[in-house]
Each structure stands twice: as C-alpha cells, then as structure tokens.
C-alpha cells in the first residue's frame, strides 16, 4: 500500500512538472495592457532644453498632443540646469509634487529609487497591447537599454533614452593635412600627430595646440574604455578605473599638459579655439556640432572621429546624454507616459530630434529616414560621421554614488592639471578607494 | 591753536600724499566693481567671434544692436519682468509692514520676554537658507498648495528678520523725548509711530525697502523650485534660459543681462544717498 502511494505520488509531481513545461500559464496582465478610457490625461514632462531645442521638443511634444487620439496632453516644463532639476526632483519626492516624467541622468534615477518613486519600464515594453515588438527593441541600440538598466534595483529598466550622444574627437583636417598626418586611430597616433601639430609663435608662445584636454569624469572614463579598461567590477561594488587604463590615461593627460602640447580650456574656449585653427583635436560630445560650427569665421575642413583606442578593432567610447523617467502615479498616467516616451523614440520623432537638436537617434533605422538622410548630406555630414560610432559607445555606470564619483575623478584631474600631483599612481589609488567608499556608503 | 598753526605748512604735502593716495585706492576700487559692469555692456554690443575672442577687445569694433532684439525675443521677457515687479513690490510693502510694526515693538515697547524673544528672533537669522529650503518647499506646497504661483514667492518673505533688525536699531535712537511730547498730546503708538517715528527714518526705509526690493528682484533658486510655468516667473529664470549645456552665446547673455539690470541700476542711482545714510545711522557695516 506504502509503495503505491509512493507510485501515485511520484506520478503526480512528474506529470504536474511535465505540464507545467508543456502548457505555459498565460502571460499575466499588468497595468501596461490597461486600456485608456478617452477621457483627457495630463502629463508634465519636467526637462532642461532651451533656445532652439526647447522650440524643437515643443514642436514634437504639439504632435504628439494632437495626434494621439487618446486624449493624452504632455505639457514641458523648464527647470533650469540638470543639477536644478535634479535637485527640484528631490525636492518634489518629498513634497510628494512628482511629475509624470522627468528628464534624468542614470545617476539621478539611482538616487530617486531611495524613495522607489521610478515606474519598472520592462512590462511596458513587454506588454502585447502597448510595447515594443522585438524588432523594435533590437533596433534601439543595446547600449541604450543597457545603460537603463539598473544592477543596483533587480537590473529594472528604469528610465528610455531621450538626449544620447557620445564621446568623439573634433578634428581639424587642414592641420591634420599641413603636418602630414592621417586621422589617428590609436593613443600613440594620437600623441604624435598633437605633438606635431603645436606651433609657437616668434615669442615663444604658443600660437597652436595638440589638443583641448576638457576636465570632465565622463571623457575620463571614455579614455578608459578606450584602453580597454572597465569603470566597474563586475559585482559593482568597486570601481575599476583607477587600474593601468586609468593610471596610462591620467599619466598622458599630466604629459602633454607639461610639454605644452595640451590646454586645458576654460568654459566653451575649446569651441572657438577649434574654430579659429589654434587646436587640432577636442574630445567633446557629439551634441556640441552646431556651436562648434557657429565659432568658424572662416570655413575649415574638419571632421568628427572616435576617440583614440588601445586596439581599434575593439573601439569603445563613453555614451553620453539623459534619459526620460517615469514616475509613479496613476495605471492611466503611467501608461500615457510611457506611450508618449515609445513615440518619442520612433524612427520618424527620433530623427526629426536629432535632426533638430542635434542629439543622437536612439534607433538604427533612424539612418533610413529620408529627411535625417537629407540633413546629413547637405547640413550635417559630421552628424553621420558620429552616428556610425554609436555602437562603440558605453555607459558609464549607473550605480547610486556615481554622481559623487564623478566629483573625485574631476578633482583629481584638476589637482594633476594644477601641477599638485608628484605621485600620479598613489592619487589615482587614493581617489579609487575614496570613490569605492562613496559605493559602500551608497549601498 | 598755535601748534596746530606752526606745524601747518609741514603737514600739507603729507596730507596731499594721504588724499592722493586716498583717491587712487578709491579708484582702484571702483574700477574694480565698475569693470564688470562695463565688461557686460561692451560684449552685448560685439559680435559672437569678438565676444569670444581672445584676447578680448576693450571697445566693440562694431556696434551689433540687434544683439538687444535677438535676446529679447528669446524669452517671455514681458511676462517675467511683469511678474517680477509684481512680486518685488508686493514682496516689498508687506515686508516694510511687518517690520516697522516689530522692530517698533521691539524697540519702544515693554513686555515679558522681550530680550528672548528678540534673540530667538535672530537666532534664526543664523541658520542658512539652503538648510530651510526643502522643509519650505514641502510646506508651500504639499500643505498650503501654493506651488506655482506668484503668492508663493510672495507669503514667505513677507517678515524678514534683518529688516526687523535694521529698524529696531534706528528706532532705538530716536529721543524718549520725542515720544514723551507725542503722549503729552495724546498720541498713541500707531499715531507716535507715523508722524514722528517714520518721518525720521526715511533713509533707514529707503534702505530696507531697496535691499528687499534687491534681494527678490535678483532671486533665482526659491522661483525656480517653487514654479513650474513661465506665467509666474521672474526674470533671472529668464536669463537662465540662455545657457545651454554644449555652448553659450556671450554676446546674447550679456545683451539680456544688460537690460534685466538696467531698472536696478536706475533704482540704484537715484536711492543711493538714502542707501548709505540709512547704514549709516543704524550703525551697520557690510
């Protein structure tokens, strides 16, 4: 008897297995299969363009007003810098005065999720009714989801890619031309040609630089990658950029600021710099191409490549820009936000953005746009020139911290640009175990 | 007398060394804080490669007047300044109120725990404004629901401890005589307060009311947490507008600096006297 109950039992949890293999349960509905009612939904996206992007995003957000068919109304708000709005943000979780949406650096979405005020984007993405097909999910670039991702909070999508760009080098192809040199590929090339192409004047002083090194923890952490480091451990609970790719990137940057190669400029200088011939590379974002062109008085020839690599078959740059959070509210608001934020990154929006704004199209397909095809070929064949490099861009890590790091990484670059370093190796060891106790407070 | 006549001639050109040496540190000084201002009003005249040019130039080499149009029409700027002058004004009158009414209370009238309330007062004077900020914006606008309009950059400074301060100092020197004479002719407080007491401190309210009238017309970060829409806001969110995060246009910023300044600096040169006589008296220094 013992052993045919055994029998029984042992059949039943085979079969139950079996049938659970077999036979899926249906998908479960989320509140992203909801369906919205038609009646009118307010959102308030809050955000930090002005001049004529403010204008471009207005123009798109009035599309999107008028054609949604669904009664959704996105109103922008201006709230001043990033820090301003990110600052605000803090703020509003307190006074519990969220927007819907909110323009937000993977630093400040990590910092948001203290309070857990940031909607989990993945069941609307995956939702039948009202996601992302898996065509189109492969068309936006796997950088882009990734750096939305967050390790930190169940590896949750947490926030859509909105103003993306990446880490390139300008460069000026009449001096690269004058002193014989082609366009760089790796940071020996790099040095070389900078090294070649400073000029001094009949006093001594120079009239022409290598190279506007800018003071900023992303361009750091792009020198990195570049080399073939990483900026984090694989757990994420130690920074990993104070190792050789770190030590090398910090070292050249001290190198050629000594022997006047290098500058470092103040505010936007490098642009008109770049401008009027008196540099020949800057590592900038791609976004800043218009004022770049702005501050040519006389036409140049220049063009926008990757910046310099260990191994150019392996390129890796750093990916630059802000994505849109959704907070919490309502099943109904946070379903019109996100619906207005996957319209935002279709082909055609996504093109007619980048086209004005200059940022970078978050889909592949963008490149079969007829009218970015246009813009690119009679306005902005740089803009092509740093779209062809997004696949080697990488975020910079997303961990809640991050924003202070970056802090520690840009005074230390300031330190050895102000000749305070003698011991390049132990400051980059001091900073590392200085960001890696940023990370264990932040845990 | 006689020793003050002997030694004359030998200290006159010490004395002209002192007043020349005097005058040069003045000026100095003054090019010093004037620099800026000139530095502003020639890069709004220049053109974008001259305003970033380097070495700049001292003198515009061309006068680009539409620099002015351009940054007008790059904001809400009628809107802005409407509301700023709205607010500064508003801002302005409830505070003088409020503080002539306790700094008069202060100073005139007796009654327990005067001294500690008045350090209390001030104590909270000393406690810095960024530590403040984010328990004032959870106030006005989670409870009070002010958030996003002009009252709200009105209500919170309707009472300012400095100014209160400033007052109670100059009422504190006006004669016990004087309001002795007002009781003999039956003048109560309020009565005391506003023909003898305020006539007497003009420069002192001229000097609250310009610091006040300053202080909102140049504030940035409570407006700029508090609202949300370009209907209530004030101008220096206006001027903010002109940064960008890849670039800036010199030239159109400090053409929009130009005029958002233009009404303090009239403000300024007409009420200077007044500003200086009211430090003065109330033995304030900066």
């Known amino acids: ?443 | 007398m006689a020793s003050a006549a002997v030694s004359r001639p030998r200290d006159l050109p010490r004395l002209r060394t002192r007043t020349v040496l005097k005058h040069v540190v003045l000026a100095a000084v003054a090019i010093v804080i004037a620099f800026p201002f000139y530095w502003m009003l020639i890069t709004a005249f220049k053109s974008f490669f001259e305003a970033t040019r380097f070495p700049p130039t001292l003198f515009p080499e061309e006068l680009h007047l539409e620099n002015f149009a351009t940054a007008w029409d790059s904001a809400a700027w009628p809107r802005f300044f409407t509301n700023t002058f709205v607010i500064a004004i508003a801002v302005t009158v409830g505070e003088l109120v409020t503080s002539i009414l306790a700094a008069y209370a202060f100073a005139r009238l007796n009654f327990k725990g005067k001294g500690a309330i008045f350090m209390l007062l001030l104590a909270t004077y000393m406690i810095p404004g960024e530590a403040t900020l984010i328990p004032n914006f959870v106030l006005v606008t989670k409870y009070l629901r002010l958030g996003d309009t002009l009252q709200v950059q009105v209500i919170p400074f309707l009472a300012s401890v400095f100014s209160i301060f400033l007052l109670r100092q100059h009422f504190l020197s006006i004669p016990n005589e004087l309001a002795d004479a007002a009781k003999v002719d039956g003048s109560g407080h309020l009565r005391f307060l506003w023909s003898v007491v305020l006539p007497l401190s003009i420069p002192v309210l001229v000097t609250v009311t310009l610091i006040t009238a300053l202080g909102v017309y140049d504030s940035f970060q409570w407006p700029l947490l508090v609202t949300n829409s370009d209907a209530v806001r004030p101008v220096q969110i206006g001027m903010a507008q002109f940064r960008t995060e890849f670039g800036a246009q010199y030239h159109l910023e400090m053409a929009a600096a130009t005029f958002v300044i233009a009404p303090v600096v009239v403000v300024f040169l007409f009420a200077q006297r007044y500003l200086i006589q009211g430090v003065a008296r109330t033995g304030i220094r900066g």
Request: glycine letters at 6%; charged letters at 20%; one cysteine or more.
């Open chain 1, 1 to 443: 008897m013992r052993m045919k109950l055994a029998i029984i039992a042992a059949v039943m949890v085979v079969a139950t297995a079996c049938s659970g293999a077999a036979a899926p349960a249906p998908a479960q509905s989320t509140q992203a299969d909801i369906d919205l009612s038609g009646q009118p939904i307010g959102l308030t996206l809050w955000h930090t363009q002005t001049g004529a992007n403010a204008k471009a995003l207005q123009d798109l957000v009035d599309k999107f007003n008028s054609t949604n068919g669904k009664g959704i109304t996105v109103t922008l708000q201006y709230q001043g810098s990033y820090t301003q709005l990110y600052q605000k943000n803090l703020s509003a979780i307190q006074a519990g005065s969220l927007p819907e949406l909110a323009v937000a650096y993977e630093s400040f979405v990590a910092d948001y999720m203290k309070a857990d005020v940031v909607l989990n984007l993945d069941p609307y993405v995956k939702s039948k009714k009202n996601g992302l097909d898996q065509k189109s999910q492969d068309d936006i670039y796997k950088s882009y989801f990734d750096t939305n991702r967050f390790p930190q909070f169940g590896d949750q999508l947490l926030s859509f890619p909105f103003t993306k760009s990446l880490l390139i080098t300008y460069q000026n192809d009449d001096i690269l031309k004058e002193i014989g040199k082609s366009t760089p590929k790796t940071w020996d090339e790099f040095e070389a040609a900078a090294r070649a192409a400073v000029k001094k004047g009949a006093d001594g002083k120079t009239t022409r630089y290598g190279w506007a090194s800018n003071i900023s923890a992303s361009t750091f952490n792009g020198w990195v990658l570049s080399r073939g480091g990483s900026l984090m451990s694989a757990d994420n609970k130690t920074v990993a950029w104070d190792g050789k790719e770190g030590l090398a990137s910090v070292q050249l940057f001290d190198k050629l600021l000594k022997e006047g190669v290098s500058y470092v400029p103040k505010g936007f200088d490098y642009q008109t710099d770049f401008g009027t011939a008196k540099v020949l590379f800057v590592q900038e974002s791609s976004t800043g191409r218009p004022f770049f062109k702005s501050s040519f008085k006389q036409p140049i020839n220049w063009s926008i490549t990757n910046i310099p690599q260990s191994d150019p078959a392996k390129a890796k740059t750093v990916q630059y820009g802000a994505n849109i959070a959704i907070f919490k509210s309502t099943p109904e608001k946070q379903l019109a936000s996100w619906l207005f934020v996957k319209w935002f990154s279709d082909a055609q929006q996504t093109s007619d953005w980048a086209i004005k704004s200059s940022y970078m199209p978050v889909r592949k397909s963008a490149a079969d746009v007829q009218s970015l095809k246009d813009s690119w070929a009679k306005d902005d064949p740089q803009g092509k020139q740093a779209f062809d490099f997004i696949g080697t861009s990488y975020p910079e890590p997303n961990v809640r911290g991050q924003q202070d790091i970056r802090t520690v990484i840009e005074d230390l670059l300031n330190a050895v640009a102000a000749g305070k370093v003698s011991d390049i190796p132990k400051a980059l060891k001091d900073a590392g175990a200085k960001a890696n106790q940023i990370l264990k407070d932040n845990q």
